[in-house]
């Protein structure tokens, strides 16, 4: 494709999201002035040609970057090796993960030591419980073969990972994105793909909101949730009751420019979410499995409105392919959405 194409099909992408909440580029900066505070990520970074959009494979490498140290990211983890959904503790200080072909879950000091196992499974978030201040790992467990889902949801503390409990075991499960409510009670997610919705923890049923994929729950108790559409394009938030859907565009980042994006999820911080991008490689309509070492890890930010994406920060530019961000930003627990402002 060349320059002249490409530009006429990011226009076309562009205007076809034109009546959808949140089409705006929004301004570009450095992500530790953009956030205002202390701000770590951790990704998964593809040692070949770039095409493991999933990271199941074994050519992989574990990432870091932190807006303290003035410095380009750094290898967390050295690889060729099996990394998946990387994810930062609540205090910023370890990282989980999972090796995707062992089905094994680590854990790992951000200097890159102190590694240790924690059990079967795919990690799927880490969540503090406020009234106690343990730390706990969430996971799915007992793979089903050939159907990108698991029999369960289990948890255990991140110190104590021999104390297992299963958690929901009513339906199967997707672990793009399951992620915990602030106060535990409320488990946003895919149960299993397509179907989105939020589990009530201490009621044990789940509430179908959407349909769609990489569904993701805000971390604080506002029990705000999407679902990214089919497009890889946009997500739909809405509330908890499944009313109040809007669409909001995610691929305007400039040097995505309107292409697909993928790997969208949120932080600790409501206001902001990371993303990869932009998936050009491939043909048709979804090239996402085509991945491409031009896919780069972003941050966003959405507007306090939630009806738009106002600032970005690119994180990588290198010739390798970057998936799985995480994003954890100091003092970003303590944040609640302004649900006042969120417009209806």
Not at 281 to 308: H, K, L, P, W
Not at 330 to 341: C, K, N, R
Request: charged fraction near 20%; include cysteine.
């Amino acid at each position: 494709m060349d320059g002249i194409e490409h530009r006429i099909r990011a226009v076309a992408l562009l205007a076809g999201i034109g009546l959808l909440a949140g089409c705006r580029n929004g301004t570009v900066q450095p992500v530790g002035k953009m956030t205002g505070a202390h701000t770590r990520l951790v990704w998964v970074q593809d040692m070949g040609d770039g095409t493991d959009t999933f990271c199941e494979g074994a050519n992989l490498r574990l990432m870091a970057y932190d807006s303290l140290s003035r410095k380009r990211p750094r290898v967390l983890r050295p690889g060729p090796a099996s990394y998946h959904r990387p994810l930062l503790s609540p205090d910023g200080n370890r990282v989980v993960y999972t090796d995707f072909l062992a089905q094994q879950i680590f854990v790992v000091d951000w200097d890159g030591e102190g590694l240790r196992g924690l059990g079967a499974g795919t990690a799927t978030d880490v969540w503090r419980d406020p009234d106690t201040g343990r730390v706990w790992v969430y996971a799915v467990h007992e793979i089903i073969p050939g159907r990108n889902r698991w029999a369960r949801i289990v948890r255990f503390p991140l110190d104590e990972p021999a104390a297992r409990e299963t958690v929901w075991d009513q339906t199967g499960v997707t672990a793009d994105n399951l992620q915990v409510s602030a106060d535990g009670t409320r488990i946003g997610g895919l149960y299993p793909w397509p179907h989105g919705g939020t589990l009530l923890v201490p009621e044990q049923r789940w509430e179908k909101l959407a349909r769609g994929c990489w569904t993701s729950l805000a971390p604080d108790n506002s029990y705000l949730f999407w679902v990214f559409d089919r497009t890889h394009r946009n997500v739909y938030v809405s509330s908890h009751t499944g009313v109040a859907q809007r669409g909001i565009a995610i691929n305007g980042a400039p040097g995505v420019d309107g292409w697909e994006v993928y790997h969208p999820r949120w932080s600790n911080h409501p206001r902001y979410f990371v993303l990869t991008g932009p998936y050009v490689e491939g043909g048709g309509s979804n090239r996402i499995r085509a991945g491409g070492r031009g896919v780069e890890v972003y941050v966003g930010r959405f507007t306090a409105a939630m009806d738009g994406v106002d600032a970005w920060a690119r994180i990588t530019d290198n010739e390798s392919a970057d998936f799985y961000p995480d994003l954890w930003i100091q003092d970003g627990d303590t944040v609640a959405l302004d649900l006042a402002a969120v417009r209806p």
